[in-house]
C-alpha cells in the first residue's frame, strides 16, 4: 500500500498475569501486524494513563483501535448479571470509555474490534446481552472459543445498504469469525446499526456523522487472508490521515 506518510495507529490492551504471577501489557499479536499490513505504524496503549496523558496521547495519533478482550462491568450498561461474565477490568473499561469519547471530539479514526464494538455501544449510552445464549431468543452460536481456530468464519453477516461496511466490503452479505458470548442488545446514542447476524443480532456500527467510526463484532485481525476484512483495515488507515 502506498502512503504520503505512515499513520501511526494506537490499539488498547489489557493487563494478564503471567505464569510467575507478572502483571504483563497483553495484546494479540494479530492486532498490530495487521495495522504493518494496511501500510500503519502501530502503537500499544497501556492501562494506567490519566485522563491528561490520555487527551496527549490522542492528539498525536492518528487512528485508535479498541482491540477485544474481557467483559464490560455489566454495572456500566445496568446489565443482567451473568455467571459467564468474564475478566472485568474498571480501569480498562473507564480508560477506553474516555478515549471513545476524546476520539469522536477530534474525529480521530476509530475501528473497535468485538469487545472494542461493545465498548463504542455503551459509551454512547448503548446496552448489551450479557450471555446472548440466555437471554436472547432463538440466538445462533456465537461464542466459537476457546476450542476452535480463531480464523473459523461461522457465519455470515448482513450488511446494510449504502453503510461504510456495506462499501468497504464491495457486498451485501459476507462471512465472518464469532468469538463472543456477548452482543448488542440496544444500539446507543448517535450509532446506527449496519451489520447483522441470521439471528437478528447486531454485528456492526457505525457513527454518521463521524468521518470513520466504526465497531465490527468479528476479528478481522484474525482473517489475513479474507479480502473484506483486509479492506476493512486498509479503508480504516486511509482514514485515519483526513484531518
Not at 443480532?201 to 487472508?225: I, K, R, S, T, Y
Given at each position: 500500500?502506498?502512503?504520503?506518510?505512515q499513520?501511526?495507529?494506537g490499539?488498547?490492551?489489557?493487563?494478564?498475569?503471567?505464569?510467575?504471577?507478572?502483571?504483563?501489557?497483553?495484546?494479540?499479536?494479530?492486532?498490530?501486524?495487521?495495522?504493518?499490513?494496511?501500510?500503519?505504524?502501530?502503537?500499544v496503549?497501556?492501562?494506567?494513563?490519566?485522563e491528561?496523558?490520555?487527551?496527549?496521547?490522542?492528539?498525536?495519533?492518528d487512528g485508535?483501535?479498541?482491540?477485544?478482550?474481557?467483559?464490560?462491568?455489566?454495572?456500566?450498561?445496568?446489565?443482567?448479571?451473568?455467571?459467564?461474565?468474564?475478566?472485568?477490568?474498571?480501569e480498562?473499561?473507564?480508560?477506553e470509555?474516555f478515549?471513545?469519547?476524546?476520539?469522536?471530539?477530534?474525529?480521530?479514526?476509530l475501528?473497535g474490534?468485538?469487545?472494542?464494538?461493545?465498548?463504542?455501544?455503551v459509551?454512547?449510552?448503548?446496552?448489551?446481552?450479557?450471555?446472548?445464549a440466555?437471554?436472547?431468543?432463538?440466538?445462533?452460536?456465537?461464542?466459537?472459543?476457546?476450542?476452535?481456530?480463531?480464523?473459523?468464519?461461522?457465519?455470515?453477516?448482513?450488511?446494510?445498504?449504502?453503510?461504510?461496511?456495506?462499501?468497504?466490503?464491495?457486498?451485501d452479505?459476507?462471512?465472518?469469525?464469532?468469538?463472543?458470548?456477548?452482543?448488542i442488545?440496544?444500539?446507543?446514542?448517535g450509532?446506527?446499526a449496519?451489520?447483522?447476524?441470521?439471528?437478528?443480532?447486531?454485528?456492526?456500527?457505525e457513527?454518521?456523522?463521524?468521518n470513520?467510526?466504526?465497531?465490527?463484532?468479528?476479528?478481522p485481525?484474525?482473517?489475513?487472508?479474507?479480502?473484506?476484512?483486509?479492506?476493512l483495515?486498509?479503508a480504516?488507515?486511509?482514514?485515519?490521515?483526513k484531518k
Amino acid at each position: 500500500m502506498s502512503l504520503s506518510r505512515q499513520p501511526i495507529i494506537g490499539i488498547t490492551s489489557d493487563v494478564i498475569l503471567n505464569p510467575d504471577g507478572v502483571p504483563i501489557c497483553q495484546l494479540a499479536d494479530a492486532y498490530p501486524r495487521a495495522v504493518l499490513r494496511a501500510g500503519g505504524i502501530p502503537l500499544v496503549i497501556p492501562l494506567g494513563l490519566d485522563e491528561n496523558k490520555m487527551e496527549t496521547l490522542l492528539e498525536e495519533l492518528d487512528g485508535l483501535i479498541l482491540s477485544g478482550g474481557g467483559d464490560i462491568d455489566p454495572q456500566r450498561f445496568n446489565g443482567t448479571p451473568h455467571p459467564r461474565v468474564y475478566g472485568i477490568s474498571p480501569e480498562r473499561d473507564g480508560q477506553e470509555f474516555f478515549l471513545v469519547h476524546k476520539a469522536l471530539e477530534l474525529d480521530k479514526a476509530l475501528l473497535g474490534i468485538c469487545r472494542g464494538s461493545q465498548v463504542l455501544n455503551v459509551a454512547l449510552g448503548g446496552k448489551l446481552y450479557t450471555d446472548i445464549a440466555d437471554q436472547k431468543s432463538q440466538a445462533h452460536k456465537h461464542d466459537w472459543f476457546p476450542d476452535y481456530p480463531r480464523d473459523r468464519q461461522s457465519h455470515t453477516v448482513n450488511l446494510k445498504k449504502g453503510s461504510k461496511l456495506n462499501q468497504i466490503y464491495t457486498a451485501d452479505e459476507t462471512r465472518v469469525n464469532s468469538l463472543h458470548h456477548q452482543g448488542i442488545f440496544e444500539v446507543g446514542t448517535g450509532l446506527i446499526a449496519t451489520a447483522f447476524a441470521p439471528d437478528g443480532l447486531v454485528e456492526g456500527l457505525e457513527v454518521p456523522a463521524a468521518n470513520f467510526a466504526v465497531g465490527v463484532q468479528w476479528h478481522p485481525e484474525c482473517l489475513p487472508d479474507d479480502a473484506g476484512s483486509q479492506n476493512l483495515f486498509l479503508a480504516f488507515i486511509q482514514a485515519s490521515l483526513k484531518k
